[in-house]
């Protein structure tokens, strides 16, 4: 059985590198751009619970928080290291919200637990088998009417994007990030059962075409 450390792919790859991550992502990404994208989507309301899965050193869920008081927000990830400096942050801007250590195709949370699941640059760490299991437990914790927005790498717009999203399967390997590129998250979304799911924007980055996609949790039958 793979050890927790080999079933998922550190935010800089290497957990060495995790201190560069932040100044990176923010002048490569056009972070504060797209997360604000992400969340304007997401259309929070005072007393929803949200979480963040992958949320890596806690950015997208702190802004969430700072933006909606009276929010519930929860981030989610794998690496003990990471969700460390994420708490640090969040103490630091004065936000109050939670993480918690845990993988995302086994979540530590109850069914129709949240009104709100967010992800951002973290599917792209997942092989497909894990894209779907993951969409799975996100539509298990969602309530029945509760919304899935993530941004995160996709079809790229044009040449220039494809060749520039190279660096970024160079850093994270070619396995896991070729779903992405070739266009297939509404797809898997709408396999896990997501209903209207669609493209809500394309942002152009250093690194590639950065994908914005929402999708809703039906009504049981
Ligand atoms: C590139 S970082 C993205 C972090 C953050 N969401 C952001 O937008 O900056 C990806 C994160 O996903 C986490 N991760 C990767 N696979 C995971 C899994 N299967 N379950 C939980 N966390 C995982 C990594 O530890 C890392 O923090």
């Known amino acids: 059985m793979a050890s ?28 504060k751009h797209f997360k604000g994208a992400l969340l304007a989507a997401a259309q929070l309301r005072p007393g929803q619970r949200v979480l963040d899965v992958g949320c890596g050193t806690g950015t997208l869920a702190i802004a969430a928080s700072l933006q909606t008081p009276g929010l519930v927000v929860q981030g989610l990830d794998g690496d003990d290291n990471i969700l460390r400096r994420a708490a640090g942050k969040a ?17 530590p949370y ?19 088998e894990d894209k779907r299991r993951t969409l799975d437990e996100i539509r298990r914790v969602m309530k029945p009417q509760g919304e899935l927005y993530i941004a995160d790498w996709g079809a790229p717009q044009n040449r220039l994007m494809r060749v520039l999203f190279y660096s970024i399967q160079l850093l994270d390997g070619f396995t896991t990030t070729q779903g992405n590129v070739e266009g297939v998250l509404p797809e898997l979304m709408r396999e896990a059962g997501f209903a209207d799911v669609r493209l809500i924007r394309q942002i152009p980055t250093l690194f590639g075409t950065m994908a914005i996609y929402g999708g809703t949790k039906p009504n049981p039958a």
């Not at 103490?91 to 979540?107: C, H, P």
């Not at 109850?110 to 497909?128: E, M």
């Open 91 to 107: 103490v630091r801007a004065g936000a109050k919200l939670t993480f918690r250590q845990g993988m995302s195709f086994a979540m």
């Open 4 to 31: 927790p450390r080999q079933q998922y792919i550190y935010a800089m790859r290497f957990s060495a590198l995790t201190a560069l991550y932040d100044p990176l992502v923010a002048f490569t990404a056009r972070e």
């Open 110 to 128: 109850l069914d129709n637990a949240f009104d709100r699941v967010l992800s951002s640059l973290f599917f792209h760490h997942l092989g497909t």
